[in-house]
């Protein structure tokens, strides 16, 4: 499966944005998807996670109620729309798909990642 992110850029403190994960193959409609996140100097950590019927999600705490993972498996897609963004969300955003529907928040468990998305959030 390969993935593809896209919808990062600059915005202020508060605001929005929505950040898409397009797939290749159809696959990824088997596949749990997550959205994980890297600062410049952290490590890589999980955001979110949506099942691959769309049923289930899982948030890390910091982002609950700001941030809304979803998909649509007719369109090979998945989405995180981020609302009343920080500074601290500032991060490279990565989406992965994992077949064996692990459900685990560990980046080990995905197989399949994009190339990233850059979120800048100013102060």
């Known amino acids: 499966v390969q993935l593809q992110a896209s919808g990062g850029g600059l915005v202020q403190a508060g605001g929005s944005l929505r950040l898409s994960c397009a797939a290749s193959?159809?696959?990824?409609?088997?596949?749990?998807l997550a959205w994980f996140r890297q600062a410049p100097g952290q490590e890589r950590e999980f955001v979110a996670a949506?099942?691959?019927?769309?049923?289930?999600?899982d948030y890390t705490d910091s982002v609950k109620g700001r941030f809304t993972i979803s998909r649509d498996n007719n369109k090979k897609a998945a989405y995180l729309q981020m609302n009343a963004l920080k500074p601290e969300d500032t991060a490279v955003y990565y989406c992965?798909?994992?077949?064996?529907?692990?459900?685990?928040?560990?980046?080990?468990?995905?197989?399949?990642w994009g190339q990233g998305t850059l979120v800048t959030v100013s102060s």
């Open positions: 193959e159809r696959t990824f409609s088997e596949s749990t």
């Open positions: 949506v099942s691959w019927n769309g049923r289930s999600t």
């Open positions: 992965a798909a994992d077949p064996q529907r692990t459900w685990l928040r560990s980046s080990d468990a995905y197989d399949y």
